[in-house]
């Protein structure tokens, strides 16, 4: 006797076949027949429907486009939570261009509805929830089949909790910007040599969302009380693959509408970053020539500087702190200034008198001298581990997110870490940090506000 397989892939509503004596041609047959495809397609709704309410819907992804798709490739959902409130985030997947909306949860269930209708965009509805897979197939005459795939063992988290879910790429390959970029082939597979920067291209969109999530961040209202565009400026965008992932992980995964700039002093660069942008449609990114010191945005959300070298990411860290950024992400490259200052405290030569210990010693002293400065504004930090930059061995992220609103005890803690600055550079015979001399010497009792 053969053993049934366990994962079992069932159809669980199959299609009507045809009997020998061609009673299928009658009346009565071709009602029954109308009957269990309306069966069917009522089915997929209700597990639709339940596994939004419990929880357990991971994706649905509609495919198969039909002309009244016009120039859809496919549209993918997944429910996320906006303001506290559940929503069906719909990304519309274009040739040129993907366009996402977050509706409520009725209205996108009856947006399925009508793109999966005998009529509708699409004719492959495809469910993945934690406890399988759906299948709706509509063929060409209109005959609906409906399979069933169940869940070997647990898969996925499901992704209807907001967007703090467990481990998960924060960014999938078919993002077409990556094809422009080289990190992904013409058939949207990873490129092996890129394998590398695909990993910091993830973490990073990982630990701004994270961040996003703990400074509580929403876009900032208009006078008439409708959200602004999230504005963000990344220094030394590079070749802009950071700049695209946080302008895609804005407008696509938070559903938000974003002006995100990326700076850069090659023109070639901007030259090529601005032309991807412009062909893939991406409305509020741009790239600009310039650095640092050039270019002071007018307002600023969020602050990015991840290949800024030595002082300039002190010039960004500034700029960030003058104009109340919600959030400062910063990876510094190299230490230049701090080190030629630094007299050795006779009980540290022993240890310091090695050039490596000296250089990563400079390197911790500055970087720790930077987070207490951004505390000593306004801002919680926090310095931790990074994925390397292609060009450096260094892998160090600095995090300063803004105070929504000052400590009780603001005013005492300022001045103690000011005073704990004054301690660390007599410690080590400094005379200045690049950034202390940037920021005002008392920024006041309460965190910079926009």
Known sequence: MKQRDNRRMSAAFPPSVPSSDGSSDTPLASQ???????????????????????????????????AAAGDWLKLSARVIVLRGEPCLSLVYHHKTRDITKNPPIAEGLAGVREWLSETGAFSHGHLFTTEGEWQ??????????????AAAAPTEAPA??????????????????????GVTDERQRLVPAMARKWKQINKFVEVLDHALDEARFTPPLTAQGTPSPVTVVDFGAGKGYLTFATHHHLTHTRGWQAEVSGVELREDLVTLCEAAARRRQLDGLHFVCGDVRSHVPARLDVMIALHACDTATDFALAIGVKAGA?????????HKQIRPQMHLPEVLRPMLQHGIHLGQQAEMVTDSLRALLLEAHGYDTQVFEFVALEHTSKNKMILAIRRPRPRHDEAAHRAQVRAQVAQIKAFYGLQEHCLETLLPADAGNAPATR
């Open 136 to 149: 709706l197939m509509i063929s060409k005459r209109g005959k609906i089949g409906l399979t069933h795939t």
């Open 32 to 66: 029954r027949q109308a009957l269990a495809d309306l069966a069917r397609r009522e089915r997929f709704f209700e597990v639709l429907a339940r596994s939004v309410a419990d929880q357990s819907c991971i994706k649905l992804v509609l495919a198969k486009p039909r």
């Open 160 to 181: 209807a909790t907001g967007h703090d879910r467990a481990k998960r790429r924060f960014l999938s390959l078919d993002a077409p910007f990556l094809q422009d970029l």
């Open 326 to 334: 919600a959030i400062i992400l910063s990876a510094p490259c190299c």
